[in-house]
Structures are given as C-alpha cells and as structure tokens.
C-alpha cells in the first residue's frame, strides 16, 4: 500500500513539473518584448496590439532589433544581439524600408502589392531633404504614418486614410514655427483655404473620393510645384486633375462633365500652356485655386479672368453689361467667351452678324440701340484692321523696292497697340470711347501709308534722276574722248 | 586783254613760280605699250579715295558714335537727310571698288615688276596703303553698329587674337576691352576718321610724290626707241575719262542696290548663320577652314594666321629679295607665284562667297 501511495505522489509530482515546464515554455515560445512591454502598461505596447504589422506576425523586435525569445531583459536587451532601442533619425526609414523595399519580404513572404519604392521616393522628395539638424532627412515613415498603431490607409483611424490626411499634413503645414525653419515663402492656411473648396467640403462630409493632399501631390515622391517632374507643375496640373475629372466612372454621381480637359487642351489658354509651355498661361489652378475655392483675393469664380485680364474685367465693370448680367446672375467673362474651352477672341465675336455673340442677346432687335452700337463697334473695329493691312502692304511694297523705311515699319507698332487697345475698349460697350481709340490707329496708319507713298516716290525720282546723272556723265564721257582723239590728231600731225 | 583764267595764273604763278611746276609735267611723258592700260588702276584708286574723303566728310556732319546712337544716326541719315542715302551708298560701295581697284593694282606693278630698283620705296608705300585700305574696310564696317558688323567685328577680332603672344593685347586694344561694345566702336570710329586718313595721306603724299619724281615704270623688254604719250594733258585726260566711266558704274551701283543697313546691333542675340566677312577678307577666312585644327601640336588657324602674316610680308618686301629682276634676268618663278596668289584668293573668294 505504501509502494502504491508513493508511486501515486511521484505520479503527481511529474504531472506537476511538466506542466509547470510546458506553462514555461509556451511562455517564452511568445514575444517576450510584449509579454514584458504590455505587463507594463505602456502605450506603444498598447498601440501595437492594433497594428497591421502585429497582425501580420512581426514582433516589437523586428524593427527595434533584440532577442524577444528570453524574459531577461539584460539578454533580450543586449546590443549585441542586435537590440538598436528606439530608432532615430533616418533609421527609422531604414527600419521601415528593409522590409518595405524588398520584394523577397513583401511579396514572397506577405503576399503584398504595396508598392517597394517608397522609401527611395521618400528620399527623393522634397521631404527627404536634409532637416535643419543636418543630420537626418526632414520626414521620417512614421511622421505622417505613426509608430506603433499603423493601420492599412483604409482604416478609418489611420492618420493617412483619405479623410485623416488633411490633418496629418497640416501638422506640420499649419505650424508656422515649423515651416518658416524650410520654407517661409510657402502659406500655412492651406488646410483652412482647403476646407473652403469644393474637395475640402466633401472630404469633411466622409467623402473618401473628393480629393486631398495625396491624390494632387502624390504621397511619398512629393516634389515642389516648380519642380517640373512635379504632379502640380504648371504644365502638370491639367492631367493631374484630369485623373479624377476626366474619368466619367469616378465623376459619376457628382453632376458634373468629365470633359474638361478635351476642352482646355483645345482652348487658347490649353496651347499656350501645353503646346507653347507658357507658364503664365492659367492651368486649372490658376481660376479654380490651389486648395481654396478660388485664387486668393477673387470674390467667385465668375471673376477670376480679371486677375489676368484686369483693363477688360475694370471696363466690364463700369459698362451697362454689368448690372443687366448682375441682375440675371450671369457670369462675366464666360457668358460670351466660355470657360474651359475659351477660343482666340477674333473680331468675329463683335458685332450682329449670325457667330457673333452679341447676337444672342441683342440681335432679335435691329432698331435697338444695343444692336446699333455693336454694329458700329465691329464696323470701327474692321475699318481699323483694313487700314492696318493697307498700311502693311505699302510698307512691304516700299521695303521691296530697297527704300529705308524702318520708322514707318517701326510706327506699324503703333496701328496694331491701338487695334489691340480697341478689342479690349469693346469690353466698355461704350461707342464713343471705342471711337476715340480706333481714330488714334487711323491716325497712325496714315502716317505711315504717306510715309510709304513718299518712299515710292522718291524711289522713282531717284531712278529717274539715275537716268540723267548717266546720261550727262556718259555725254561728258563721250565728248571728252572726242576731244583727246581730236587732241592727239592734232599732236600727230604736228 | 587776257582772258579770266589767264589772269587768275599769272596772278598765282607771279607769287609761287608755278611755271616750274608746268615745264616739269609738260616734259612728263607716260610710256605706251601693251601693258599700260594698267597705269590707269593708280589713279582709278586716287579717284576712288577721293571720293571716299568727301562722301565721309559728308557723312561726319550728321553721324553719332556710340551704342545708343550710331545705328539711328545712319538710319536718319539714309531715311531724313537729303541725298543721304545716295551719300552713304557711295561712300560703301566706292570702299568696296577702291579695294578692288588697289587690289588690280598691286598685281599689275607686281606682274610688271614695276616695284624694282628705284621704284622700292613706292612698292612699300603702295603696300602700306593697301593694308591701311584693308583696315579701313574693316574699321568702317563696324560703324553702322547692325547685327553683321557686330558679329563680323567680333569674328575678325578674335581671329586676331588667335596670333601667338601679342594677339590677346592687340585684340584687346582693337576691342577696346574683352568684348566688343560701344568702346571698340568708339575705338573704330577713331581709328576710321583720324587715325588712319592721317597715316594715309602721309603715304599717299610720298607715293604721289614718287610716282611724278621717278615716272611710269617701263617694262623689263622696253628699248630706247618705246613710245610715248605726254602726262598732261593726254593721259590726265585719260585718266579723268576712265574717272568719269567710273563714276558712271559707281552711280548705277549706288541707286540700284542702295547699302542695306539691316538690323540694329544686340549684343545679347545669336549670331546670326551664316555669317561672313566683306569679300576681301574671303579668301582669308575660307582659308583657315581648310586648315586642320592641328598640325604637329600647332593649332591649325594660329598657323593660318602667321602663314598670312609672313606671305604679307614676303609680298610687301619683294624689292628686296627678287634677286633675278635685280640681276636684270627675266625669271618666271614670281610670275607662278603671282598667278598661284591671284588664283588662290579669285577661286577661294568665290567658293567663301557660294558656301
């Protein structure tokens, strides 16, 4: 009985062991690095349990380096095993990037799509420039995506999800201490201003396909707008908008065409700016605003041209036209010229005839004295255009001719400053003022038509005058020969 | 009772002797022979430089030097001032004739060998005239300030200052500094209208001088028995008939293809392509694009530039070392010289003149 008691115990005894050495060893099979951290109670722990990369399998030591498989501390701790503590500096990129960059890691071992070039975009971009330290690039991966609780983008607690982004950029972007340390020069309300557009309203409403910082600068290759691999470069900026606005799939819903861009290109400010590459010419920006609703400083849209085009916007302003369109809530500008697909403005335009566009509201009353006065204005208007050609064409003919004529030439100037003058008076409707430019030009293209008639006719009279200089010198020419013929005669006889 | 001018001579003659002077070119003769016809490209030259003078001082009265000035000062003058145009176009092209004109005639003194013994100071003065002409051109070019002249200058000063040692300086001192600005028109200006006449008519003067001291001269094969025509008046007369002929294609010239003045000079604008010296520097510039850029170590157009320097000074000493013309002997080898040099610079003038 006693053998059967102490075999009993020893029975007991054993089950106890392993179980206590299982309990053990299951512990230490666990990451050690939170079974201490979270014991502890401290937020990055904390953080973490929440984290894509927690989800994914990866312990605190993947990226802080360390022996998570012990419980001592001194041991999981040890510089020598590897432990690099808390990243600094451009280690924590590096961190990031060992596995974000490599294809063996985030395809094979992850299954991921997540592109592997960020961190070289990263440091490509303006935020990968060197930070006033000196020492490390200004934006470091967890900047803007945080440490220890990432979350996929599509998280709604991720501060780089769609409707978070905003914010997280104007952390840094709205502090003005900050930026003044790296770009003075560059505005702090871009966040307030953005609030105030149509994408920074819908954003604020949950709508995850207005657009935010990302989808206009890009994310992680952000470059400066006068970069121009820049997706906001002036040259850039209709196909950076085009990518939503353009496509009628993504538009769909929100009322609005998707053939903006067709338009600009084919318009007059699209070739100066896509084909000629003139930068001074509007993108898209330019009228609607960078992240405002509209550029700085303009009341509505319907008043943007005038920022560029001033003289005409301050005419229009003082003409009839701007009560009776006020009065109709018509906008200015585009009411006759268009907006995305503004052509050349020719004289066309002016006038009572079937395309030109005073018509559509004038037209139906020829007795009228709105009709009467646009006709009289295109009338001015081709007078001075006929008279500019008569007087090109006489300057050509005189040029052709061989006679100086560089101040007429130089005076045609002149003609063409007071017809380009008069299509910007037509914006005054005002007949008389219109009058009082157009005289000016007429003024000037008869100087120079009598300028040219007078080189005509001096060419002529030098032609003429030629003839009798030939003539007498070839006469006295010929008689002085006679005279030595007669001369030597005389010598030889003698 | 005497006539007017008869009285006006004995007037003048009573107070300077001028009746020496008379009996010296009354006893003046001018030999004929098949190669005379070449005597008449001295004075065709005098004429030429005559009215280079005059059409100048003309244009003195109303041109301004200067950036700011010059080109507007010719543009007034061929646009406003009467007969300003003809002025100028003569002036231009009555520089491109007594080019011609001087060229014609070095060659013939030079195929006559009219430059022997006593005649070495004469050559030498005729040369140096020449070259001043060359420089004249060269100068003048510029003082319209358009675009072809700024460019031509700018081109022509930098190949003088291609030459070794004293190049940068002399280019410098052409210039006016580094680049060529207002100051090398300034310096151009000063160099076309003072400078040079002044230098020029000190050889003129000599060689005139000479040329009535020592007479035409003769050819090598001439005998005793050569004919002759008196100076005054038969070949005075000739001369001016030849002036007045001249006149003639100078007039037609001038009013037909009037001097174009072209574009305003800017400094900051491309040169414009194609662009090229006057024809007399053709032969020249064509030249040293055929010379490879190096040879032996030696860069190909410092090469070129001595080549020429040393051909011009060979050529202008010739008196000297034309042993054979000394010795009394007729020898062909600086008449195959001569003809190479006419057939090298006609043939290069024209290939410069086509590419």
């Known amino acids: ?494 | 009772m005497k006539p007017v001018w008869k009285r006006l001579y004995d007037w003048v003659d009573e107070r300077v002797e001028l009746g020496g002077l008379v009996e010296f070119l009354g006893k003046k003769y001018v030999p004929v022979h098949r190669h005379s016809i070449w005597y008449y490209f001295g004075g065709v030259s005098l004429f030429l430089f005559i009215i280079q003078v005059t059409t100048g001082i003309l244009l003195l009265l109303y041109y301004k030097s200067g950036e700011e000035l010059a080109f507007e000062s010719v543009q007034f003058i061929t646009s406003k001032v009467q007969f300003g145009w003809l002025i100028r176009s003569v002036h231009s092209w009555a520089a491109n004739l007594f080019i011609l004109a001087a060229f014609i005639h070095m060659f013939s003194v030079y195929f006559t060998r009219a430059y022997r013994k006593p005649r070495e100071i004469t050559w030498i003065t005729g040369m140096l005239m020449f070259f001043l002409g060359l420089f004249f051109g060269f100068s003048g070019y510029l003082l319209p300030w358009n675009e072809l002249a700024f460019f031509a200058t700018k081109v022509g000063t930098d190949i003088a200052g291609a030459i070794p040692i004293i190049g940068k300086p002399v280019m410098i001192f052409l210039r006016g500094g580094e680049d060529v600005t207002g100051a090398t028109l300034s310096r151009m200006f000063g160099f076309h209208i003072a400078i040079l006449p002044g230098i020029f008519s000190v050889c003129l003067g000599i060689h005139l001088l000479l040329v009535q001291r020592q007479g035409m001269s003769e050819p090598e094969e001439s005998g005793k028995d050569m004919k002759t025509m008196p100076f005054f008046p038969n070949f005075l007369l000739r001369d001016l008939l030849l002036w007045l002929l001249v006149m003639n294609v100078l007039a037609i010239l001038a009013v037909i293809f009037p001097w174009e003045l072209g574009h305003k000079a800017d400094a900051f604008a491309s040169a414009p392509a194609g662009i090229k010296p006057e024809w007399y520097f053709l032969f020249m510039f064509q030249m040293l694009k055929y010379i490879p850029a190096k040879i032996l170590s030696i860069d190909g157009e410092v090469l070129g530039i001595l080549v020429f320097s040393a051909a011009g000074l060979l050529w202008t000493l010739v008196p000297f070392w034309d042993r054979e013309t000394k010795r009394g002997t007729r020898g062909r080898f600086l008449t195959y010289v001569g003809i190479a040099a006419v057939v090298c610079i006609i043939s290069l003038t024209i290939v410069g003149w086509l590419s």
């Open chain 1, 1 to 494: 009985m006693a053998v059967v008691r102490h075999r009993f115990l020893h029975f007991v005894l054993w089950v106890i062991v392993t179980s206590v050495s299982s309990l053990a060893s299951l512990a230490l099979a666990q990451d050690q690095c939170r079974t201490c951290h979270e014991g502890l109670g401290d937020t990055p722990s904390a953080l973490f349990k929440k984290d894509i990369h927690a989800e994914m399998g990866l312990s605190c030591a993947d990226c802080h380096g360390g022996n998570p498989k012990t419980e001592d501390m001194e041991e999981a701790m040890n510089k020598a095993a590897g432990y690099i503590g808390v990243p600094k500096g451009d280690g924590i990129s590096e961190v990031c990037a060992k596995c974000h960059s490599s294809a063996s890691i985030m395809v094979k071992k992850f299954n991921s799509v997540l592109p592997r070039n960020q961190a070289e975009l990263l440091s490509a971009s303006v935020h990968g420039k060197l930070s006033t330290t000196g020492r490390e690039a200004i934006v470091p991966c967890t900047k803007c995506h945080g440490a220890h609780g990432i979350v996929t983008k599509t998280n709604p607690a991720s501060p780089v999800n769609a409707l978070n982004l905003p914010k997280t950029c104007a952390k840094c972007h709205s502090a003005a201490g900050y930026m003044r340390t790296y770009n003075p020069a560059l505005p702090i309300d871009q966040l307030d201003k953005y609030r105030t557009s149509v994408h920074g309203k819908r954003n604020a409403s949950g709508d995850i396909k207005a657009a935010e910082c990302a989808n206009c600068h890009g994310s992680h290759g952000i470059l400066s707008a006068k970069d121009v691999r820049s997706s906001v470069y002036p040259t850039n900026i209709p196909a950076t908008c085009a990518a939503c606005h353009s496509n009628a799939e993504y538009m769909r819903g929100y009322g609005i065409p998707s053939d903006q861009l067709e338009k600009f290109t084919k318009s007059v400010h699209g070739i100066s700016l896509l084909e000629k590459k003139d930068l001074g010419a509007p993108a898209c920006n330019d009228c609607h605003g960078n992240h405002g609703a509209t550029p700085p400083g303009v009341e509505s849209i319907s008043k943007v041209c005038g920022t560029c085009h001033a003289l005409n916007a301050d005419l229009f302003s003082k003409s009839p036209h701007k009560k009776a369109f006020d009065q109709r809530k018509l906008p200015e500008c585009e009411s006759c010229h268009g907006h995305h697909d503004i052509l050349v403005a020719t004289d066309e335009l002016l006038g009572v005839s079937a395309n030109a566009v005073c018509s559509w509201c004038h037209g139906k009353k020829p007795e009228s004295k709105a009709y009467l006065a646009a006709k009289r204005m295109r009338e001015a208007i081709d007078s001075l255009g006929n008279s500019e050609r008569a007087a090109t064409m006489l300057v050509q003919e005189a040029e052709r001719m061989g006679t100086e004529i560089g101040e007429a030439k130089f005076k045609l100037r002149e003609v063409r400053q007071a017809r380009l003058e008069s299509r910007t008076m037509v914006h005054s409707f005002d007949d008389e003022q219109l009058q009082e430019v157009v005289e000016k030009g007429f003024k000037s293209a008869a100087a120079i038509s009598d300028g040219a008639r007078l080189a005509m006719e001096d060419y002529h009279f030098r032609r003429r005058g030629l003839g009798v200089a030939t003539l007498i010198i070839t006469v006295l020419a010929v008689s002085l020969y006679i005279y030595i013929r007669r001369l030597e005669r005389k010598q030889a006889k003698s």
